[in-house]
């Protein structure tokens, strides 16, 4: 059986008063999506799949310089 992991990151922080993507902010060194995405790849998930907004370009290209298919 393959698992699949659905990643929600249409956020647009609005609300942190930022006009970076809120999945986009550093934390730690690391994106908040790529912390995500790290321990999805950690617990051998078969397929990563990240949904973004419609303006979602940024994130997307981020995530694809990651490894990770959008």
Do not use: C, F, Y
């Not at 986009?24 to 690391?30: E, Q, V």
């Amino acid at each position: 059986m393959s698992r699949t992991a659905v990643v929600l990151a249409g956020g647009a922080g609005e609300r942190m008063q930022s006009r970076l993507p809120k999945v986009l902010h550093p934390i730690a060194g690391r994106s908040l999506i790529a912390h995500v995405l790290v321990q999805l790849e950690a617990l051998a998930i078969d397929r990563i799949v990240v949904v973004v907004a419609a303006d979602g370009g940024e994130v997307a290209k981020h995530v694809t310089n990651l490894g990770i298919e959008t």
